[in-house]
């Protein structure tokens, strides 16, 4: 009988033990800071990877942002004319190397359509056929919609891409599912991106030719037959690197330099980082 805890004996385990085990432990979360230092925490002690402590941070990041912080401004997206002749459309889709691009009639602000390169395939194959036939409904969203929110649609109704709007109605650029997801798990290698190892100098149909940034300037020098460093400049290694320098900041989309005949026309540029130039000769 003395085994069987009495009543009085089980009241004896100490109440503020009990209150702290709580307060520590059980406790809903009260904010959002309180949360990210319990991720903090849960990584320092290898509770979870790294990996999963960067996505779970970023999921709270994207929480409170807007489509505006990281939608492609209008300057800088990369749009196709209805109206454009098949061979050009193919030439522009080839040199730039996106899987879906936005359409537009008359003007700019006018989007009609999302066209995909896959279909761009099939209206290869049938000219007579309108274009519009093969182009996506476009989607529109805010610059003040959440991001949380903005991946859900996608995920909803299967969309990659939307087209923003200030609030005036007017196009004021496009977000992708890439470019929130990249939010959550760091820079995603897409369609345009390739390995070192691939390749760093293509020619285009243009006569023109795309390169690296990466690619070292010892390399690129023995291409095209050139000397494009001057002792000053002989820490350089890379074309990327040597073209920020000369131009005095690191270049986007549509600015160019021209040195020693050439002309280095930025052609895609992510995460601040200046990924092809498309390079062709100036002059006589």
């Not at 007579?128 to 093969?134: A, P, S, T």
């Not at 109605?169 to 890439?178: A, D, K, P």
């Amino acid at each position: 009988m003395n085994d069987i805890p009495s009543k009085s004996r089980q009241k004896t385990v100490p109440k503020k033990w009990t209150k702290q085990l709580y307060e520590k432990w059980l406790s809903p979360i009260k904010t959002r800071e309180h949360f990210l230092k319990l991720i903090s925490k849960a990584g320092a002690k290898q509770l979870i990877g790294a990996e999963s402590q960067i996505m779970l941070e970023g999921v709270m990041k994207i929480s409170q942002m807007h489509v505006a912080e990281i939608m492609i401004p209008t300057p800088k997206m990369d749009l196709l004319d209805v109206d454009m002749p098949i061979e050009q459309m193919l030439e522009k889709i080839i040199d730039i190397g996106h899987s879906r691009y936005p359409v537009y009639e008359n003007e700019k602000e006018n989007i009609i359509g999302i066209l995909m390169t896959k279909d761009l395939l099939k209206w290869q194959r049938a000219p007579e056929i309108n274009l519009k036939v093969f182009l996506r409904t476009a989607v529109f969203v805010p610059e003040t919609k959440n991001l949380i929110d903005l991946l859900r649609d996608f995920k909803k109704n299967r969309n990659h891409m939307a087209m923003v709007v200030d609030e005036f109605g007017r196009i004021s650029g496009l977000v992708t599912f890439e470019d929130v997801l990249e939010e959550i798990v760091g820079e995603i290698e897409d369609e345009f991106d390739e390995d070192e190892d691939d390749g760093e100098i293509y020619s285009l149909v243009d006569k023109s030719f795309r390169v690296a940034g990466h690619t070292t300037v010892e390399k690129f020098s023995e291409f095209f037959n050139t000397q494009l460093l001057s002792e000053d400049e002989e820490q350089f290694e890379t074309i990327g690197g040597l073209i920020a320098h000369l131009m005095g900041h690191v270049p986007t989309k549509g600015e160019h330099h021209d040195i020693n005949g050439l002309r280095f026309e930025v052609m895609h540029s992510k995460s601040g980082v200046v990924k092809w130039y498309r390079v062709k000769k100036i002059g006589n």
